[in-house]
Nanobody, 122 residues
Framework: VQLVESGGGLVQAGGSLRLSCAAS????????MAWFRQAPGQEREFVAT???????DYADSVKGRFTISRDNAKKAVYLQMNSLKPEDTDVYYC?????????????????WGQGTQVTVSS
């Protein structure tokens, strides 16, 4: 499956952004999807994941502020980010794996997008 992210940009602290990830290729509905983020020189960090049954899991740092969702008909997954903080500044990546489990480690994901930059100014 091929993944393409969009929706990143520059926003002030307290603002909102909605990231989108468009998938193509294999049947989308059977994939669990996730968002990760990474700062330069840092390890890729788990943000949120959604299973093929729309179960969700979030990192503690974003719980209550971010919402992951999916639209199987459009082959898309979204990340609604509210109450953004400067520490949310990162490159955000969409990822996919073909499993029923909610997984948090980057090594467990076989498909990745190219990333989209999110910058939150203070």
């Amino acid at each position: 499956v091929q993944l393409v992210e969009s929706g990143g940009g520059l926003v002030q602290a307290g603002g909102s952004l909605r990231l989108s990830c468009a998938a193509s290729g294999r049947p989308f509905s059977s994939f669990a999807m996730a968002w990760f983020r990474q700062a330069p020189g840092q390890e890729r960090e788990f943000v949120a994941t959604i299973s093929s049954f729309s179960e969700t899991d979030y990192a503690d740092s974003v719980k209550g502020r971010f919402t992951i969702s999916r639209d199987n008909a459009k082959k898309a997954v979204y990340l609604q980010m509210n109450s953004l903080k400067p520490e949310d500044t990162d490159v955000y990546y969409c990822a996919a794996h073909q499993s029923v489990y909610l997984l948090r480690r980057p090594s467990q994901y076989g498909y990745w997008g190219q990333g989209t930059q999110v910058t939150v100014s203070s």
